[in-house]
T-cell receptor, first 113, second 113 residues
Framework: SQQGEEDPQALSIQEGENATMNCSYKTSINNLQWYRQNSGRGLVHLILIRSNEREKHSGRLRVTLDTSKKSSSLLITASRAADTASYFCATVPPTSGTYKYIFGTGTRLKVLA | DTAVSQTPKYLVTQMGNDKSIKCEQNLGHDTMYWYKQDSKKFLKIMFSYNNKELIINETVPNRFSPKSPDKAHLNLHINSLELGDSAVYFC????????????FGPGTRLTVL
């Protein structure tokens, strides 16, 4: 079964508001990454958080990781219309023996101008 | 300067035909991947090559055959195309040893009629 599952599946907010997306996974991880996919495009890496880290920031992005709950959240502050995209988490189980990144089903974010 | 490129971007073909998709990366990464994204946006890993050696081979029909002539190229050949093969196929690359981020290509939208 899928390693990462994002929640909510879809999110619609007004420009300027914050957007929070969650990712839950089932097994231990080496690291967890968040990606953005604009419609009709490839995925773009946003941020990587290692299993021994709890929080990471990059510009308007803030990622948290709770390995005890096997969950991560991505917060986008002061959202813009250009943030409209699908957001995916990707996890690498340490026991896989290879870097087999497994992607969740994604959260479709719509930011209304 | 394109990091990961794929050709063609669109592929429309009849059932039963054989087709190939090509991928090239100029990042010097040692590992390349093929992912399939279905209509529900679910990304599923198909194959991965590390330094031209196949390291991930998921449960994929043997009509799909990857080939990596060198570290910078990974091609995907599909025989006897079926309707269910219609999807977007993404090539990606990463540096395996660092467990770092993936770089994705723009995708190839395959439509089987």
């Amino acid at each position: 079964s899928q390693q990462g599952e994002e929640d909510p599946q879809a999110l619609s907010i007004q420009e300027g508001e914050n957007a929070t997306m969650n990712c839950s996974y089932k097994t231990s991880i080496n690291n967890l990454q968040w990606y953005r996919q604009n419609s009709g495009r490839g995925l773009v890496h946003l941020i990587l958080i290692r299993s021994n880290e709890r929080e990471k920031h990059s510009g308007r992005l803030r990622v948290t990781l709770d390995t005890s709950k096997k969950s991560s959240s991505l917060l986008i502050t002061a959202s813009r219309a250009a943030d409209t995209a699908s957001y995916f988490c990707a996890t690498v189980p340490p026991t896989s023996g290879t870097y087999k990144y497994i992607f969740g089903t994604g959260t479709r974010l719509k930011v209304l101008a | 300067d394109t990091a990961v490129s794929q050709t063609p971007k669109y592929l429309v073909t009849q059932m039963g035909n054989d087709k190939s998709i090509k991928c090239e990366q100029n990042l010097g990464h040692d590992t390349m991947y093929w992912y399939k994204q279905d209509s529900k946006k679910f990304l599923k890993i198909m194959f991965s090559y590390n330094n031209k050696e196949l390291i991930i081979n998921e449960t994929v029909p043997n009509r799909f055959s990857p080939k990596s002539p060198d570290k910078a190229h990974l091609n995907l050949h599909i025989n006897s195309l079926e309707l269910g093969d219609s999807a977007v196929y993404f090539c990606a690359s990463s540096q395996l040893t660092s467990g770092g981020a993936f770089r994705f290509g723009p995708g190839t939208r395959l439509t089987v009629l």
